[in-house]
Nanobody, 123 residues
Framework: QVQLVESGGGSVQAGDSLRLSCTAPGRTFSYYAMAWFRQVPGKERTFVSGINKSGDTGYVDSVKGRFTISRDNAKNTVYLQMNNLKPEDTAVYLC?????????????????WGQGTQVTVSS
């Protein structure tokens, strides 16, 4: 099972940028689809962005044009570049891996999860 570790969260002002990273120490996940979800207290985690093993990507409408997902299989790392952040982007961001290699928007389709990194955007 792939273990995931996120980093890069923080507290920023609206309009700022952050880059999140997700690594799988000691393991390769080049054949997995990788995704970022976010979760706010009291609500279910929701899909933000995903990238499949071929490099195809998907985004939720609210982040299109602002967020970019990418992966570096040589480094076993997936990134989420977040630009022009808004207060409504505030959440815990979680990295997920799906061994089927396909981007799914449903959290239940993902096999492995990290513990999350907090992103707080103030106005």
């Amino acid at each position: 099972q792939v273990q995931l570790v996120e980093s890069g969260g923080g507290s920023v002002q609206a309009g700022d940028s952050l880059r999140l990273s997700c690594t799988a120490p000691g393991r390769t996940f080049s054949y997995y689809a990788m995704a970022w979800f976010r979760q706010v207290p009291g609500k279910e985690r929701t899909f933000v962005s995903g990238i499949n093993k071929s490099g195809d990507t998907g985004y939720v409408d609210s982040v299109k044009g602002r967020f970019t997902i990418s992966r570096d299989n040589a480094k076993n790392t997936v990134y989420l570049q977040m630009n022009n952040l808004k207060p409504e982007d505030t959440a815990v961001y979680l990295c997920a891996a799906c061994r089927q290699g396909t981007i799914f928007r449903a959290a239940r389709m993902y096999d492995c999860w990290g513990q999350g990194t907090q992103v707080t955007v103030s106005s």
